[in-house]
């Protein structure tokens, strides 16, 4: 950039209003070309983004460009510190900085560290949030934070930082200077008093919000002369009772920059009258093929310049289905996806919960392996060559083995014992070495061999997808940040932080699919619109909460506090998303809006505010024009709306068994058949089919908290490790009490060892309740031992039996024999423990009419109403055959920690032929025709880890 003395000849600054009805890049360039004629120097013309500048340089062309560079604010400010300071600072990158205030917290406001949680862990979450706030702070100029009132939502630990903001602004501020170091934020700051070094002539194009830096470096320029200040805004008063363009009131009266603006209306442009169509649909993909509809008649009026016409997305979620219908060959994509919603994300994602959940004693669930070998990116990975045809898979090695946990030694002596070497290499090289990795070169290291295997492992194509760019983007954008990180190789106790830093910035990628030259239809995000304007504008998913978007709570700094800090608070931020709709809207000849309605479990589609607006606009015109008005009618009229094609739901599902699918299941039949296995059949066929026949991996997540399965796990543990010195004993008073005062402690012990990433807070709370449920349990027990004589039998104990042909098996919690002291009676006893409180038991009466009618299509229905599990039934069934008792002598109990009550099972209820015509049933239903039907009780999709996705849960978003 030029540092020359400015011209004899300087001319004063120019405040230039555009009424919407222009193209505004073209006024720019305009502006631009008159003063490059005047000048010898090279003009600097200056947008708020980047797509600006691209938009302004393919108008422009290249006789001018010479003497005219674009360039947007950032990369302005950031260019200027860099020259013009001396010696330059070096840019802190985002990594460092959380790990800078986290030394910073730690070693100069320890009484704050401390009561964060006083480790590395609790306090991390919040160096990211506080970096976040200070950039805004340096942005906004505010130099020193004085005391102020918080409001009730504050968390407590928000409190304490900002209690000490302008304790931790000053520290971090000399941090930066002793250093010589800046960030993205402090650079606004520092650029402020360098304005007076620049002697260019400048345009200043599309800005709006400013923040207060920009505001006060502008301001420089444009005093010192030799500056034009263009903006767009509405000349003609056309939403008066809304004022969507209110931000720039200010701009207009002359208070921003102390003149009043000139004005170009450029009204024969663009025609004043609009054509608004608007488009309601159900869901995304009725609402991407009413898209289609719109773009098919004369697909080639939307391709020819990049100014035709533009798909504005204002979420992400439509850019795949709306990618797969554009019936146009020429696009210029620019819209991201986000990086977190991609199969290598998910694949991240599971890699970090195992890492998290497998302790010190290095125990991997099983579970998590099998999601991750699951993964499709893995998938070609681990294909073996040369294995005999009837090889099992690899998932099925694993089931048959049996096994919760393994160690990693013995996971790997399995895998190189049934001859897959690939699968071997793979979780020696990346899937161990990531559970271990402690620091973030060893972190980055793993992910980048991760990355560049899988892309080796994809077919070739001619074309490169969105996975593949996708994987390129997280090599080239964030891995470069772990290696080059200053502190790469400090090493952490525990992986939860560097999962922390992987999760945060990946979900601050998306890829791009960006064409070079810029050209067609355009495919754009719609803060990417700002400024541009095309003859044609369909925006999707124009709906409450996307447009304008919904502003996530900060847990650092609620809404209302934003104020009293000097920040932009939630009026100013509608204000800005009014002005880059209505700008965009008003700036076109043709628009369709397009917006889904309807209700799904999460929330309401509620169409945008702008909509209502722009449709009571219309209904207004239209009352003053004919002096009446029906609402209903005037909306038919103008809406169209995709009609709702819903499936009708039937007893007969999607799915059929085959002999394929068979197969599958022959591979559960030779090992025996459990009772979660005959629940998930009983409880809905198609999830068990998408379960137990396709295999498809379960939604996984990765919690900041714990578990509920886990520590379920953890308290079954806790009390089989309590009940052991009692096996093969009776029961006494005193005995029980020891076993009491062992349990506790055992569950105290398991709980703070394997759940050891919980804060204090939250894990003396688990304990807390943990304790309290155990406690209740015992007491139970107590006063059940003064009327019975108990006897422990066995623990953990796996029954086998054969019911017809069909081995049938499962895991007793624990088995007690139990005499009546009045009656003599004696009985044997399953106890099964369960850390909830809401579980079913089969129904007590009625089971001869039951099965003795005919019961028609929806038989699988009607008994999984009735019988709600069969898991009680087979372990009565179990007993009854290794012991070699009635059925009916066999009661069984689902004890519900979490409610503090049993629910109990008598054989006797049901009785044996009862039994044996449901389990016959049941597994009938596992031949070669039968459909797999979802169910009509959606009460059970609240549990499924499939509902997101299921076409026929009421939970599906």
Not at 29 to 43: P, R
Not at 676 to 698: A, W
Not at 892 to 915: H, P, R, T, V, Y
Request: glycine letters at 6%; charged letters at 25%; aromatic letters at 8%.
């Amino acid at each position: 950039m030029s540092n020359r003395k400015p011209d004899v000849n300087q001319e004063s600054s120019r405040l230039i209003a555009v009424d919407v009805n222009c193209r505004f890049i073209d006024q720019v360039v305009s502006t631009a070309g008159e003063m490059a004629a005047k000048t010898e120097q090279e003009v600097q013309v200056v947008f708020p983004n980047r797509r600006a500048v691209r938009f302004f340089n393919h108008t422009l062309g290249i006789p001018l460009s010479l003497r005219i560079n674009a360039i947007s604010g950032s990369d302005l400010l950031r260019n200027i510190v860099f020259t013009h300071e001396n010696p330059a600072p070096t840019l802190l990158q985002d990594i460092d900085r959380y790990f800078l205030l986290l030394d910073l917290l730690k070693k100069q406001i320890p009484d704050l560290y401390r009561k964060l949680g006083g480790g590395p862990e609790p306090v991390f979450p919040w160096c990211i949030r506080l970096a976040a706030l200070l950039d805004e702070l340096d942005m906004n100029m505010v130099e020193s934070i004085s005391d102020f009132e918080y409001v009730d939502e504050t968390v407590p630990e928000a409190v304490e930082i900002l209690s000490r903001l302008d304790k931790i602004v000053q520290a971090y501020r000399n941090e930066l200077t002793t250093k010589g170091l800046t960030a993205d934020g402090d650079i606004y700051r520092r650029a402020v008093p360098l304005a007076d070094k620049l002697h260019v002539p400048f345009i200043i194009a599309g800005f709006g919000a400013l923040t207060v830096s920009e505001h006060r470096f502008f301001l420089k320029i444009f005093d010192r002369g030799n500056t034009a200040v263009l903006f767009q805004t509405d000349l003609k008063d056309r939403h008066a009772p809304f004022q969507p363009y209110r931000i720039f009131q200010p701009w207009m009266s002359g208070n921003t920059w102390r003149i009043k603006p000139e004005i170009i209306e450029c009204e024969s442009q663009v025609q004043t009258e609009k054509n608004y169509r608007f488009f309601e649909s159900f869901d995304i993909h009725s609402q991407t093929e009413q898209l289609y509809g719109t773009l098919s008649n004369h697909p080639e009026q939307f391709e020819n310049t990049p100014t035709d016409a533009a798909v504005v997305l204002p979420g992400t979620a439509s850019l795949i289905p709306a990618l797969q219908i554009i019936p146009q060959k020429k696009l210029n994509v620019t819209a991201g996806y986000p990086f977190n919603k991609t199969g290598f994300f998910r694949l991240m994602n599971t890699l970090m919960e195992l890492a998290l959940k497998t302790g010190e004693n290095n125990f991997l669930y099983i579970s998590i392996v099998l999601k991750i070998m699951s993964n499709p990116l893995i998938r070609p990975i681990l294909h073996e060559t040369g294995l005999p045809d009837k090889t099992p898979s690899l998932e099925n090695v694993l089931i048959q083995n049996g096994k919760n946990l393994m160690k990693e030694k013995e996971l790997s002596g399995l895998f190189r014992q049934k001859g897959y070497r690939n699968a071997e290499f793979f979780f020696n090289h990346i899937v161990f070495p990531f559970i271990k990795a402690r620091s973030l070169s060893a972190i980055g290291t793993i992910l980048e061999k991760l990355a560049l295997d899988i892309l080796k492992a994809m077919p070739g194509t001619g074309e490169e997808g969105p996975e593949k760019r996708m994987l390129r983007n997280f090599i080239e954008q964030v891995l470069p940040r772990f290696n080059n990180s200053r502190y790469r190789d400090t090493c952490f106790p525990s992986s939860r932080i560097l999962c922390m830093l992987v999760r945060h910035m990946a979900s601050a990628i998306s890829v791009r699919f960006e064409g070079n030259p810029l050209e067609g239809l355009q495919i754009m995000g719609f803060l990417e619109s700002r400024m541009l304007s095309f003859e044609h504008v369909f925006i999707l998913d124009v709906n409450e909460g996307t447009l304008p978007a919904e502003t996530p709570p900060d847990p650092l700094l609620p809404t209302g506090l934003r104020p009293e800090l000097g920040l932009p608070g939630p009026r100013q931020r509608e204000m800005v998303h009014d002005y880059h709709f209505f700008r965009l809207v008003d700036s076109a000849k043709n628009v369709s809006l397009f917006y889904r309605k309807g209700e799904t479990s999460d929330r309401k589609s509620v169409r945008s505010r702008y909509i209502e607006q722009l449709l009571f606009e219309a209904e207004k015109k239209s009352f003053e024009e004919n002096g009446k008005l029906e609402i209903q009618p005037f909306e038919k009229e103008k809406v169209q709306s995709a009609a709702l094609h819903l499936l009708p739901f039937t007893p007969t599902g999607i799915h059929v068994l085959t002999d394929a699918d068979l197969a599958i299941l022959d591979f559960y039949f030779n090992n025996g058949i459990s009772a979660s296995f005959l629940d998930e059949l009983l409880q809905c066929p198609h999830r068990f089919y998408l379960r137990r026949v396709l295999k498809l991996p379960e939604e996984t997540t990765l919690r900041e908290g714990q578990d509920p399965r886990d520590v379920g796990t953890h308290i079954h543990e806790a009390l089989e490790n309590g009940f052991k010195i009692a096996e093969g004993k009776s029961l006494s008073h005193g005995l029980l009490n020891t076993i009491e005062i062992g349990t506790l402690a055992e569950a105290r012990r398991l709980l703070s060892d394997k759940l050891s990433n919980l804060t204090p807070t939250h894990m003396e709370l688990l304990l807390f309740l943990a304790e309290k449920r155990l406690q209740t349990y015992f007491s139970l027990m107590k006063k059940e031992l003064s009327k019975k004589e108990i006897t422990v039998i066995g623990l953990e104990n796996e029954l086998v039996a054969k019911l017809d042909d069909v081995k049938l098996r499962g895991i007793v919690d624990r088995l007690d024999k139990v005499r009546d002291i009045k009656t003599g009676q004696e009985e044997w006893h399953v106890v099964d423990y369960k850390t909830g409180s809401f579980a079913k038991v089969p129904g007590k009466k009625g089971w001869d009419e039951f099965l003795s009618g005919k019961q028609g299509e929806n038989l699988l229905n009607k008994l999984s109403a009735k019988l709600h599990s069969i898991q009680l039934p087979i372990y009565a069934y179990l007993v009854s055959q290794n012991k070699t008792v009635p059925f009916e002598n066999v009661t069984a109990e689902l004890f519900l920690l979490g409610k503090g009550k049993a629910e109990g099972f008598k054989g006797k209820d049901l009785g044996e032929s009862n039994f044996h015509k449901i389990t016959k049933l049941l597994l009938d239903r596992l031949q070669s025709g039968p459909p797999m039907p979802p169910t009509e009780n959606h009460d059970n999709c609240l549990w499924c880890p499939y509902a997101k996705t299921c076409r026929f849960s009421i939970h599906i978003v």
